[in-house]
């Protein structure tokens, strides 16, 4: 039988979670916008980000300095995980549901209601562009 370990506790409603192996740390966001830091050695969470709405997902750069948020009337957010400011990077997708970093930083949205696009964007300059199959 596995063994279990609780590291921590007292998040309310996760929708997902990010290791950064690098700062031996988790980074949590919840539905409600808040995104906590977990160190996996002392166990130790801190608030280290917030967005004001629900959210779908999001996903983290690869140092840790900035997570990407969706939600429904977020649009997508880029926020700050070290005390800068967030931005809004896009607005009025069809519940983006699933984000995510690629191998050369751009990041990807799914929509999950009709058109249910593919959207790419390029954070810096914010920039949008479709993608969508012939």
Same mark, same amino acid.
């Given at each position: 039988?596995?063994?279990?370990?609780?590291?921590?506790?007292?998040?309310?409603?996760?929708?997902?979670?990010?290791?950064?192996?690098?700062?031996?740390?988790?980074?949590?966001?919840?539905?409600?916008?808040?995104?906590?830091? #977990?160190?996996?050695?002392?166990?130790?969470?801190?608030? #280290?980000?917030?967005?004001?709405?629900?959210?779908?997902?999001?996903?983290?750069?690869?140092?840790?300095?900035?997570?990407?948020?969706?939600?429904?009337?977020?649009?997508?957010?880029?926020?700050?995980? !070290?005390?800068?400011?967030?931005?809004?990077?896009?607005?009025?997708?069809?519940?983006?549901?699933?984000?995510?970093?690629?191998?050369?930083?751009?990041?990807?949205?799914?929509?999950?209601?009709?058109?249910?696009?593919?959207?790419?964007? !390029?954070? !810096?300059?914010v920039e949008a562009v479709?993608?969508?199959?012939?």
């Amino acid at each position: 039988m596995s063994t279990t370990t609780v590291i921590t506790q007292g998040f309310i409603r996760p929708v997902g979670l990010r290791v950064l192996p690098a700062a031996n740390q988790v980074i949590v966001a919840q539905r409600n916008g808040q995104l906590f830091a #977990v160190d996996l050695t002392t166990a130790q969470s801190t608030q #280290v980000g917030a967005v004001s709405g629900r959210v779908n997902a999001f996903d983290v750069t690869p140092d840790g300095q900035i997570a990407y948020v969706s939600g429904n009337s977020l649009g997508v957010w880029e926020v700050s995980l !070290n005390g800068g400011e967030n931005r809004r990077l896009v607005r009025g997708l069809a519940q983006p549901m699933g984000v995510t970093l690629d191998s050369e930083g751009m990041l990807l949205v799914a929509e999950g209601r009709a058109p249910g696009r593919l959207i790419s964007i !390029n954070p !810096n300059p914010v920039e949008a562009v479709l993608r969508h199959a012939g």
